[in-house]
């Protein structure tokens, strides 16, 4: 029996077993309501309206503090003697690496598609929204963290339901706590196997197949889909096995390198239409209050747009405190003001470059799907867009894909990590346990599809968002207090009133497990 065969008889017994199962857990967690002639998924409602919430409640944090924020990522209110494992700059591009994935290429491409230019507004707007959510969520990850005796770090929603449940509302909360914390860690590591790892694998190989040579390719064969996903595999768990340390130094030289690639390619074909610029920013805005062709008008286009942002940058879903939660900080208020940053460069920077380029370029397969073509790959409308100006650009876009891929593998992998180990313990045969599942999965990724288990996947990791928020609501007063503690230390720092002495005063004691 060939691989091929053999690969195709176990997609195909996945998706009979688990099928049923997929949709009907699609239909609970991503259930629509009729709104203006198009359907508006609650699970995004609930989002957007968080972003809302928590932008009022901290007074447009994600625009007054921005400043600050960049300052924390340079490094200027660092203090000597904080525990944690890494600096502001790696926590936070070991988040983003998370977050930025083929989503910012594919999905927004089909998110301009369908609902029209008018919609990246929306995804903008949703963007600067989310930068108030993930604040709040990380500065709890970092408050409630645990640092164990070897000095490594625990954080996420999985510390940070219990522990602050626990503070606020005492027994109750606590065992309330516990069981959230369990959820939260099975829904953290079923997505990173499924969603964030074999698909990534998946969908980069396809990319990768497509620029050299199709299925006749020197990839396209079975053997050529086991290679690729062995390197893949090789090169995330040798990264996996330094842990966070590790994955922050690959990722904090990765991120800048790939985003720089794709947004110079995004340039250079806005440039080369620089005379088209202002009519497509004009067509955006326009089709934002006035769409054309668009189901359900402005509420479609909005809701479209609304909808890529919020599956895009993840804020209000816990993922992305687990990562922050090892930064080296004495103040969690800290590194939610970094954390801000995180929706403005995968959303208001990455998804917006994606869209502008795409509206400007123009190209035929954007138009067809516009004018009610079959629905194609999000990659190749991108992809067609970079070809408009010289034909090997696609070969840019592979490598930024690459690049996306791995580095969403690596960070989703040390988020199941912690989940696993809140699971099933810290032990040395745990984690290696869980290292060799997590390679496993990443060569099958470039094998199999499993679609079935990534649609269960990306409803698991909404179902999340549901607890993570409600918790973040009942915590907020915390993060509030966090923040003007931290406020308080900034304005001691730059008056030169700020001694080590007083930052150890400041600081509440870490609780350290074994």
């Avoid at 299925?215 to 096995?241: D, K, Q, R």
């Avoid at 996306?404 to 809140?422: D, E, Q």
Wanted: hydrophobic share 50%.
């Amino acid at each position: 029996m060939s691989l091929d065969s053999i690969t195709t008889s176990v997609d195909q017994a996945v998706s009979g077993f688990f099928e049923p199962i997929a949709k009907w857990l699609g239909e609970v967690v991503f259930y629509s309501v009729p709104v203006g002639g198009t359907q508006l998924p609650l699970i995004v409602a609930w989002l957007v309206v968080a972003g809302v919430v928590f932008t009022a409640w901290f007074g447009g944090v994600q625009v007054r503090k921005f400043k600050l924020a960049v300052n924390v990522v340079r490094g200027k209110y660092d203090e000597k003697g904080s525990t944690g494992e890494v600096n502001h700059f790696q926590a936070l591009t070991a988040a983003v690496s998370g977050t930025v994935g083929l989503g910012n290429i594919a999905g927004v491409a089909v998110a301009v598609s369908i609902g029209g230019p008018g919609a990246t507004f929306w995804m903008i707007l949703c963007g600067l929204l989310g930068m108030a959510t993930k604040f709040v969520e990380v500065t709890l990850g970092v408050k409630y963290r645990e640092v164990h005796a070897d000095g490594t770090v625990s954080g996420g929603p999985m510390h940070y339901l219990p522990k602050g449940l626990a503070d606020r509302f005492g027994a109750r909360g606590k065992t309330l706590g516990k069981v959230l914390a369990v959820l939260a860690s099975a829904f953290v590591l079923f997505f990173g196997l499924f969603g964030g790892n074999l698909f990534q694998v998946n969908q980069s190989y396809a990319q990768l197949v497509s620029v050299t040579g199709g299925e006749s390719g020197m990839l396209g064969s079975s053997a050529g889909a086991l290679f690729f996903g062995v390197l893949i595999a090789a090169l995330v768990g040798i990264v996996l096995l330094g842990g966070i340390r590790s994955i922050a130094s690959v990722t904090s030289k990765l991120v800048p390198a790939m985003a720089g690639i794709y947004i110079a390619a995004c340039l250079v074909v806005i440039l080369v239409n620089v005379t088209e610029v202002p009519a497509a920013i004009s067509t955006i805005i326009e089709g934002a209050f006035n769409p054309q062709g668009v189901a359900g008008g402005v509420l479609g286009a909005l809701i479209i747009g609304f909808k890529r942002a919020a599956f895009s940058n993840e804020a209000g879903l816990g993922s992305a405190p687990i990562a922050h939660s090892a930064v080296k900080t004495k103040h969690p208020a800290s590194e939610g003001l970094v954390a801000l940053l995180e929706p403005f460069i995968d959303t208001v920077i990455i998804c917006t470059m994606t869209a502008l380029t795409i509206v400007i370029a123009n190209p035929a397969s954007y138009v067809e799907l516009r004018n009610g073509g079959e629905s194609i790959g999000g990659v190749t409308i991108t992809s067609d867009a970079f070809a408009t100006v010289l034909p090997w650009f696609p070969y840019i876009l592979t490598i930024a894909v690459m690049l996306f891929a791995i580095s969403t593998v690596l960070t989703w992998g040390y988020y199941c990590m912690k989940a696993w180990t809140h699971l099933f313990g810290r032990s040395k045969a745990s984690e290696v346990t869980f290292k060799v599942m997590y390679t496993l999965v990443a060569v099958a990724g470039s094998l199999l599809t499993l679609q079935t288990l990534i649609d269960m996947a990306d409803a698991v990791l909404f179902m999340l968002a549901v607890i993570n928020i409600i918790g973040l609501y009942l915590l907020a007063p915390v993060v509030k207090r966090e923040l003007n503690n931290f406020l308080d230390f900034v304005r001691r720092r730059d008056a030169g009133l700020e001694t080590e002495a007083d930052d150890d005063e400041d600081q509440e004691p870490v609780k350290t497990t074994v």
